[in-house]
Each structure stands twice: as C-alpha cells, then as structure tokens.
C-alpha cells in the first residue's frame, strides 16, 4: 500500500520559516517524483514544487519561487520542503503527492496523495 506521511506543519508569524517532511512506503521512492501541493481555504489545490525521481527536475510555483527550496534523501525515503519568509497567503493544508513525473499542469492530479498537514501563518 503507498503510504505519504508528512509532518512539520503549524503556526508560524509573517516571515518565519518552517520545514515539512513527507515520508514515503509501499513503493520503489526513487522512482516517483514527488511534489508538494496546497489548499488553502475556499480555494482550489495548487501545486507548488516538486522534484524529479533522478533526471534533476525541480518545479517551483512563481508565488512561492526563492522563498521555498525542495529536496529529497534517497537513503530516508524522504523530501522536504523548506519554507522561509511565509506570509499569511501561504496558509493552507500542505499535501505530499507522487507521480512518475512531476504535476505542473493546473488541475491535473498526481497519482497518490497523503493526508495532508496544516500551515497557518499569522502573528
């Protein structure tokens, strides 16, 4: 069973930072990438970053573009995404979604998601 869990959401101010993890089992890591989307309230999902299984590929949302950086440990089955300068539009519930390549078309579904971890950002 594919299984996404991540972790490392919760209140921050305006211009802080924080670090989500998505963590993922039940199939071959490496071969999937793996991309961050977000929902935030009353509004449709968005994908934000993603990175490539092993050609290098890395997407980034223009909102988001200098300000959040995505990385992944092969050896952890493991990306992260590393979150700085938020601001209250960037509230939303942060999923981790995998694919064999990444989602960079609006709408367009990944193949599995995780549950999802809140960000809310507000002083």
């Known amino acids: 069973e594919v299984q996404l869990v991540e972790s490392g959401g919760g209140l921050v101010q305006p211009g802080g930072s924080l670090r989500l993890s998505c963590v993922g089992s039940g199939f071959t890591f490496d071969d999937y990438a793996i991309g961050w989307v977000r929902q935030a309230p009353g509004k449709e999902r968005e994908s934000i970053a993603c990175i490539g299984s092993s050609d290098g590929t890395l997407y980034y949302q223009d909102s988001v573009k200098g300000r959040f950086t995505i990385t992944r440990d092969a050896a952890k089955n493991t990306v992260y995404l590393e979150m700085n300068g938020l601001q209250p539009e960037d509230t939303a519930v942060y999923y981790c979604?995998?694919?064999?390549?990444?989602?960079?078309?609006?709408?367009?579904?990944?193949?599995?998601y995780g549950r999802g971890t809140q960000v809310t950002v507000a002083s």
């Open positions: 979604a995998a694919d064999l390549v990444c989602v960079v078309i609006a709408g367009a579904p990944y193949d599995y």
